[in-house]
């Protein structure tokens, strides 16, 4: 199985265009590198490919992986798009892909519910055209191609919700993707509040994990005085801390974490600084846009 980062930052990309924040100063100066908004691919044969979450920086993301350019005509190695929320940043690509001839769309009931509320995004894409809604249960396995699965699994959160439909179980959620063939599994979570006892079984001996890295300090946006939230009560769990990711993962025996999902704010995203030390030296990684993953 083959996990392609086509985004590595969370909502706003890195830098953000409204944002002077030091992290942000360093990237525009040339000090680190530019990441767009969080999504990824994944496929078994490097023929078909998955999408899980649609960035609105989708059609640069696709230009820079000659996996999914079209072949021909228009016809494209995208098989289907996976959500895992309805969250702006990971669903507003799809009305970049309403040029399909038809588009198979994975998502829980609640996250459908949210898109077609109102004259909401999937309601607008249908007009282009036809989408075929796949239901995800959390719990229930899904068969997406010849030799990968997945299975669903709900992330708890008490974010708040911008919308009022499609609230409960479902709202967020993660995937965890088996090959079947070689039995290798990831896991992707880019939005998670908080290490449940259940989600600690769903990573637990996972061949690979692609987690949240949001934010490195939970009060890291009120410090920068940019928010009046933290991190958690914005439904991510911060990476550092003495309850944070980087503290909780090494109990679970996953063989590889890679953080994703990064806030502009968030100084792992510059290879010099202390915290993205901290990260490395604890054996796990920081995404890139292009990353490539082989389980």
Same mark, same amino acid.
């Given at each position: 199985?083959?996990?392609?980062?086509?985004?590595?930052?969370?909502?706003?990309?890195?830098?953000?265009?409204?944002?002077?924040?030091?992290?942000?100063?360093?990237?525009?100066?040339?000090?680190?590198?530019?990441?767009?908004?969080?999504?990824?691919?994944?496929?078994?044969?490097?023929?078909?490919?998955?999408?899980?979450?649609?960035? $609105?920086?989708?059609?640069?993301?696709?230009?820079? #992986?000659?996996?999914?350019? $079209?072949?021909?005509?228009?016809?494209?190695?995208?098989?289907?798009?996976?959500?895992?929320?309805?969250?702006?940043? %990971?669903?507003?690509?799809? &009305?970049?892909?309403?040029?399909?001839?038809?588009?198979?769309?994975?998502?829980?009931?609640? *996250?459908?519910?949210?898109?077609?509320?109102?004259?909401?995004? &999937?309601?607008?894409?249908? %007009?282009?055209?036809?989408?075929?809604?796949?239901?995800?249960?959390?719990?229930?396995?899904?068969?997406?191609?010849?030799?990968?699965?997945?299975?669903? #699994?709900?992330?708890?959160?008490?974010?708040?919700?911008?919308?009022?439909?499609?609230?409960?179980?479902?709202? *967020? /959620?993660?995937?965890?993707?088996?090959?079947?063939?070689?039995?290798?599994?990831?896991?992707?979570?880019?939005? /998670?509040?908080?290490?449940?006892?259940?989600?600690?079984?769903?990573?637990?001996?996972?061949?690979?994990?692609?987690?949240?890295?949001?934010?490195?300090?939970?009060? +890291?946006?009120?410090?920068?005085? &940019?928010?009046?939230?933290?991190?958690?009560?914005?439904? %991510? &769990?911060?990476?550092?801390?003495?309850?944070?990711?980087?503290?909780?993962?090494?109990?679970?025996? /996953?063989?590889? *974490? /890679? #953080?994703? %999902?990064?806030?502009?704010?968030?100084?792992?995203?510059?290879?010099?600084?202390?915290?993205?030390?901290?990260?490395?030296?604890?054996?796990?990684?920081?995404?890139?846009?292009?990353? +490539?993953?082989? *389980?």
């Amino acid at each position: 199985m083959w996990l392609r980062v086509l985004g590595s930052a969370a909502g706003g990309g890195s830098p953000q265009w409204n944002c002077g924040c030091p992290v942000c100063a360093a990237v525009r100066s040339g000090a680190g590198p530019a990441r767009t908004q969080s999504s990824v691919a994944v496929g078994v044969d490097r023929r078909r490919w998955f999408l899980v979450n649609a960035s $609105p920086d989708l059609r640069t993301q696709f230009e820079a #992986f000659p996996d999914l350019h $079209p072949r021909g005509d228009r016809t494209t190695p995208l098989e289907a798009v996976l959500l895992t929320d309805a969250e702006l940043d %990971h669903s507003l690509g799809l &009305l970049l892909l309403r040029e399909a001839r038809a588009l198979r769309l994975y998502t829980t009931a609640a *996250v459908r519910k949210t898109l077609c509320a109102g004259s909401g995004i &999937l309601r607008t894409l249908e %007009h282009y055209c036809p989408v075929q809604w796949r239901a995800v249960v959390p719990g229930t396995g899904l068969a997406l191609a010849d030799g990968l699965s997945c299975r669903a #699994f709900d992330v708890p959160t008490v974010k708040r919700a911008r919308f009022r439909a499609g609230l409960g179980l479902g709202r *967020v /959620v993660g995937y965890r993707l088996t090959d079947e063939h070689s039995g290798g599994t990831l896991v992707y979570l880019p939005g /998670v509040q908080s290490l449940t006892p259940a989600l600690r079984e769903e990573i637990r001996g996972c061949a690979c994990l692609l987690i949240d890295g949001t934010c490195w300090r939970d009060d +890291e946006l009120i410090r920068l005085g &940019l928010a009046g939230r933290t991190s958690r009560e914005m439904g %991510h &769990l911060p990476v550092g801390g003495p309850d944070g990711s980087l503290a909780q993962l090494p109990s679970l025996g /996953v063989g590889r *974490v /890679v #953080f994703v %999902h990064m806030n502009n704010t968030n100084p792992i995203l510059l290879e010099d600084t202390p915290e993205r030390r901290i990260v490395e030296e604890n054996g796990m990684e920081v995404a890139m846009d292009g990353l +490539e993953v082989q *389980v």
